[in-house]
C-alpha cells in the first residue's frame, strides 16, 4: 500500500465548461494529483491514446461527443482505466446507465471537493489494485 | 405559470359553455326532425281525412233530411189528394137531390168517416154559398158563404184546399171543398178536415230528440202545433227566404232565427207542397244532427292528437337519452383529453426543469470550485489579517450554504422531472402505509388529526417501488394533515381494498378537512400549484406524486366537498414483473 501511496494519480478531467475545468485542475493539483484537463470528447479519446491516465472524470452532457459515448470508446481502448461519471443532470438513471457501461461510480453536480477525491482515491485504488492482478 | 393555467381553464369553461349550447341545439334540432318527419304528415293526413270525412257526412246528413222531406210531403199531398177524392166521389156519385136530404148526407159523413174520422162535418151549398145541407157539430146553416176568402178561388179552381183559418168557429181548421156542376147549376161539397189528423200524420215521425215536422203556409203561418216553441197559426220565427226554392236542405244559424226565441243552430230541410201553397219542414237542431258525425270525428281527432303526443313524448324521451348519452360521452372524451393534457403538460414541463437544473448546476459546480480556490489560496498566506480572513471564510462558507440551497431546488426540480429506473419489488403494502402513519401520527396529533386504518387483511404483496409509493403517501397524509388548519381535530382514514374489477389494490386517504372547490380540484396536480401560503409549499408534491403513481401503472384520482374532507384514491394494479420491465424499457427508448 505505501508504494500506491507514493504514485499520485494520473487525472483526465473532461468537461465542456473551461472555467470548471482549469478551477478543478487548480485545486486536484494542489491535492497531488496529476491533472490534465479537456473540454470535449474528441480530446479525451486521443489524449488517453497518447499516454497512460488512471482515472477520468467525465461530463455526461457535451456538445459532440457525449459522455456516454466517449465513456464506451474509453472502455474499449484502455479497459483498465477508472471512468467517474459526472452529470448536472442530477438523474441517478444515466449515473446507473453509465455504470452498466464500465465507469466506476457516479457523482452529481455540483460536487464538494472532498466528495470528489474521494471517489477518485478509490478509483485509483481499485485501478492499482487490478493493475496488480492482472497480466 | 399560474397565469398560464389560469387562462387555459378559462377556455376550458368557455368550450364548455359551448357544447351546452351546442346539446341544446342538438335537442332542438332532434325535436324538430321527428316533428317534420312524423308529427306533420300525420296532423296533415288525420286532418285532410276529418275534412274529407265531414264533407262526406254531411251531404250524407243533407241527403237524407232531403228524403225525409220529400216521403212526408208525399204523405202530406196524398192524405190531402185523398180527401179531395173523398169528396169529388161523394159528388160523381150522389145526385144534388139526394145529397141535399140531410139524412142523406148524414149517412154519406157516416160512410167518409167509418174508418178514420177525417172529416170534422160535411156541407153541401149552391152557388150561392149558401148551405142546403150539413152535417156537423156547428150550427152553419145560415152562413153566407159567398163572402168568403175561398169562395171565389173555388169558382175558378173546381177544388180548393184552405189554409189554416179560425173562420166562424174560432178553432184553426182548414176545409177542402169542390165544385160541380149538376142539373145546370154549380153545387159545392165543403167538409172541414180534423187538423189533428193532418197534424198526426207528420207528428208521428220522430226525428231524434230536436227533431220536428211541421208546415207553413206561404206567410210563415204554422198549419200544424210544431212541438217546440210556437203554435198553429202563429207565424214562425224561420224568415221566409229560407224557402226559396221548391225543396232543399240549409242550416240555419242561431241568429237567423227569431230574436225572441232562443234557438240553436238548425238544420232544416224543406219542400213546398204543390197544394195548398203550404212548406213541409223538418228541423233538427244542428248539434244533435251532427251528433254522430260530430262524435266520430271527434274520437278520430282525439286519437290523432293523442297519437302525436305520444309519438312526441316518446321522441322527447328518446333524444334526451340520446343527448344524455353523447354528453356522457362527450364528458369522458374530455377527461381523457384533460388526462392527456395533464400528462404531456407534466412532461414538457419535465424536461424543462430537466434543462433548467442542468444549465443550473454547471455554474454551480463552478462557484463552488471557485469557492475551493479562495479557500486553497488563502492557505498561501497565513500573515492575512485575521480579521479579514474570519470574514472571507464567512462569506465562502455562505456561499458554500448558498449552493447548496440551490442545489436542492435543482434537486427537486430534477426529481420532479426524473424518470428513473424504478427499483421494484414484491411489496406489503399494508406494511408500507403503517410505517409512514406511524412516522406522522406524532404531527397529526399536535394538530389534534387522529389516523385510522382500516387496512384490508392477506392484502396481495403488489409489484412496485417501495419508497416511491412511500413518498406518494407521506405527501398525501402531510396534505391531508394540513387540510385541517383552523378545524380543532379531525380524522384520516387509510383504508386499502383488493380492487377485483379492475385486477389491482385502491387505496384511500380520506381526510374531514376543508376541503376543495371545483376550480382548485381541477388545478391540484398541476405543478407550482400551491394553495398554502408563500414558503411553505412548491406546488409540487402533488404533481411529483401523480407522475410516480402513473409510472408505477396505476392511477390517482380525487373527490372533495367544500367543509367536508377530500379523499385521494390510488389505484395500483397487480403486474407481472415482465411488463414493468417493458415499461422500463420504453422510458429508455424515450430517453
Known sequence: MKEIEMRSARVLLVDDEVTFTVNMSK???????????????????RTIEDEEYDVVVLDLRMPGMDGMATLKVMKRKRPLLEVIILTGHGSVESGILGMHIGAFDYAMKPIQIGELQEKINQAFERKLMREGKGP | MNQKLAISTDSHQHSGDLRKMSYSGLYRRFILLTLICSVLPLLLVGWVIYLNYSKFASSRMVDSFQRRVEYNRRIVELFLKERSSDLQLVAFTHSVDYLGEHSNLKRVFDILNRQDAYFMDLGLMNEHGKHVAYVGPYDLMEFDYSVTFWFKELQAKGVYVSDMFMGYRKTPHFIIAIRWSDGGKNWILRATIDTEFLASLIRNIKIGESGE??????????????????KIMEKSPFPMQTFDRESGVQVLEARQIGIDQIYPSQVIGYAWLKEPQWVLVVKQDYAEAFRDVNHANTSALIFLHVSILAILIVSFITTQHMIKAIKKRDEEAEQLSRQLMQTSKLASLGE??????????????IILTENQIIRDVSEDYPDVNSEFKAEMFDSLTQIDDQVQRCNHITHNLLRFARRSEAVTEMVDLNACLQEVVELLEKRGKSSGVEFVTDLQKDLPRVLTDPSQFQQVFVNLAANAIDAHDGKPYGTIRVSTRVNDKNRGVEIRIADTGSG??????DKIFDPFFTTKPVGRGTGLGLSISYNIIKELGGVISVQSEVGKGTEFKIFLPFRSSEDLRKSSEDIHERN
Open chain 1, 27 to 45: 485545486i486536484l493539483s494542489r491535492r497531488g494529483y496529476d491533472v490534465t484537463a479537456v473540454n470535449d470528447g474528441e480530446s479525451a479519446i
Open chain 2, 516 to 521: 376543495m372547490p371545483r376550480e382548485i380540484l
Open chain 2, 352 to 365: 424543462l426543469a430537466a434543462g433548467v437544473a442542468h444549465e443550473i448546476n454547471n455554474p454551480l459546480a
Open chain 2, 213 to 230: 215536422v211541421f208546415m207553413l203556409n206561404g206567410e210563415g203561418v204554422y198549419q200544424t202545433n210544431p212541438q217546440f216553441g210556437g
